[in-house]
């Protein structure tokens, strides 16, 4: 038990020394792009940075050790704009709401996957699938679709943080309601979708029995749609803040479209392959919008 705590403890040691490494190398980058557009700045160190992750991934021979990177760059990205307001009449109030709601999710999250992560011999499955498929191709793989991919997918869902925390000169409106309403709602759904199945786990680790209780008795990914629904409610803030901003809508739609058409097709076809009983289950159950059983 000592010694797994240590191997722990060295994995999240490494994995924290590429963050700040990653930090370091795009604050060196912004020395020489910090004149440039700020779209043009974010995504360039947004790129560096993952790029000094992949390179920690490949080193250590885990690519896990990008999966907080999810959550953790928004806010980098909400601190930017914060600090660097391209407007002079930025609505303090919403600031504040959208950097605490941005916090608390990511927070949460990050959280979320610091528990499962077992170290550096624990991997995403999905990861482990992808190397016995590419073989030698494999790294080149991972760094096109497990880091980069998500990393565009990303700040594209953090482009309407620009308006409402940057360059948006609208007070605070009724879409700003509508962004609190559903990005807090979102955090809640996603938030207790997670302990559910945690503590189901935990009491069933060696049960065939699927879990359909709570709000997974009414979607088979709850905590999906807690995720997904956590973008769109940041595109309300956007539009708020700046209508002519609508075109950041693209961020929410490809994250809706990775979860419908990639991540729910993959854990489903995982799961029909582990468990007998998930078919009864996929049947009577809403794939993604919560909903009650047919």
């Known amino acids: 038990m000592e010694e797994q705590s240590k191997n722990l403890g060295r994995a999240f040691f490494i994995c924290l020394l590429a963050y700040i490494i990653a930090l370091m190398m795009a604050v ?6 910090k004149d440039k557009t700020q779209i043009f700045i974010i995504a360039s160190t947004d790129f560096m940075a993952t790029v000094v992750v992949f390179i920690f991934s490949v080193i250590f021979k885990n690519s896990s050790i990008y999966d907080p990177y999810w959550s953790v760059t928004p806010v980098f990205i909400v601190g930017y704009l914060i600090l660097n307001p391209v407007s002079e009449k930025i609505d303090l109030t919403r600031q504040i709401i959208v950097t605490t709601l ?3 999710w990511a927070i949460r999250l990050t959280y979320n996957w610091i528990r499962q992560w077992k170290g550096l011999n624990h991997e995403d499955w ?3 699938d992808l190397k016995v498929k590419c073989g030698k191709m494999y ?4 760094f096109l679709g497990i880091h980069l991919f998500p990393t565009i997918l990303v700040f594209l869902g ?3 943080l ?4 940057s360059s948006g000169n609208k007070s605070i409106n009724i879409l700003d309601i509508v962004g609190i309403i559903i990005t807090l709602s979102a955090i809640i759904i996603e938030a207790t979708s997670d302990e559910q199945l945690r503590r189901f786990h935990k009491k069933n680790k060696n049960s065939n029995q699927v879990f359909n209780k709570g709000l997974w008795s009414l979607s088979r990914h709850p905590n999906y749609f807690g995720e ?3 973008w769109w409610g940041l595109f309300f803030f956007g539009l708020a803040a700046k209508p002519e901003y609508w075109w950041t809508v693209i961020g929410p739609i490809s994250i809706t479209f990775l979860f419908l058409f990639i991540s729910i097709p993959m854990m489903d076809k995982k799961m029909l392959k582990e468990n007998s009983n998930y078919s009864e289950y996929k049947r009577k159950t809403s794939a993604f919008i919560p909903w009650f059983h047919k």
Request: glycine share 0%; aromatic share 26%; net charge neutral.
């Open 162 to 165: 620009f308006p409402a925390l």
């Open 228 to 230: 997904v629904s956590f």
């Open 139 to 142: 790294w080149p793989v991972s």
């Open 126 to 128: 999905r990861y482990e």
């Open 102 to 104: 941005v916090s608390i």
């Open 28 to 33: 060196a980058l912004w020395y020489f792009v």
């Open 158 to 160: 953090c482009l309407s």
